[in-house]
């Protein structure tokens, strides 16, 4: 079975822009989360969705938005680029989301904003 | 406590060596503690989840133990590998958020 894949692998844009990350979830797996990790930080929660509504929200600003799909597969977008958004950014998921599911991690998409 | 922490940031040790470091978070709306291990260059690994205070969990050479009550929970690993080189990442999970530490990197000399 496929692991969670992630996609692009690098992406290089400009202060301003906008960007998509896309991600898809393990086969069966229900529940997806996107993290933000900062050099020398752990990662930081973002947005878990399970089928397809928003189960939680982390201390974001509302450029960043997220949507699952009816595959669950899911996007995460962020608007207007600042250089502080420079950052590997993770999803993962898992059967339901619940307490005790386990996550599986996608290998992340490495973003530079200059 | 307010955020997740973890201790030491960093550790080095022998092969062989027994190790164990710490995870610190909120004994308040807890809901369940996650452990993962990162390598370099790979995604984070899931190891355990635990969620009853006295649990103790073993995979292998790895264990932990959680405390609700006071906040922390203990990973242990025991005769230390290379490739047990790793950072080590603790999440604790709340209703509607899952905060991580800043990981304690390992590095286990042969």
């Known amino acids: 079975d496929a692991g969670v894949t992630q996609s692009p692998t690098h992406l290089i844009k400009t202060r301003g822009q906008h960007v998509t990350l896309r991600c898809s979830p393990i086969s069966g797996h229900k ?19 399970y089928e397809k509504e928003e189960r939680g929200r982390g201390n974001f600003p509302d450029r960043f938005s997220a949507r699952q799909f009816p595959n669950y597969s899911s ?4 608007n207007a680029l600042l250089l502080g958004d420079s950052a590997l950014y993770l999803c993962a998921s898992s059967l339901e989301g619940g307490r005790i ?10 973003l530079t904003v200059t | 406590i307010l955020n997740v ?9 022998q092969e062989g060596d027994s190790t164990n470091f710490t995870c610190s978070f909120p004994s308040s709306n807890f809901y369940a503690l996650h452990w993962y291990r990162w390598e370099t260059a790979k995604s984070p690994e899931a190891l355990f989840v635990m969620t009853l205070n006295g649990d103790e969990k073993k995979k ?3 264990s932990a133990t959680l405390n609700t009550k006071e906040g922390y929970s203990y990973l242990y690993i025991k ?9 080590y990442l603790c999440a604790r999970l709340s209703p509607h958020d899952m905060r991580f530490g800043a990981g304690t990197r390992l590095t286990v000399k042969p």
């Open chain 2, 79 to 87: 005769g230390s590998q290379p490739e047990d080189s790793a950072t």
């Open chain 1, 101 to 110: 599911d386990e996550q599986y991690f996608g290998p992340g998409t490495r």
């Open chain 2, 60 to 62: 292998g050479r790895i």
């Open chain 2, 5 to 13: 922490e973890q201790s030491p940031q960093s550790l080095h040790v």
């Open chain 1, 75 to 78: 996007e995460l977008n962020v």
């Open chain 1, 31 to 49: 529940s997806v989360s996107w993290y933000q990790q900062v050099l020398g930080q752990g990662p930081q929660f973002i947005f878990q969705y």
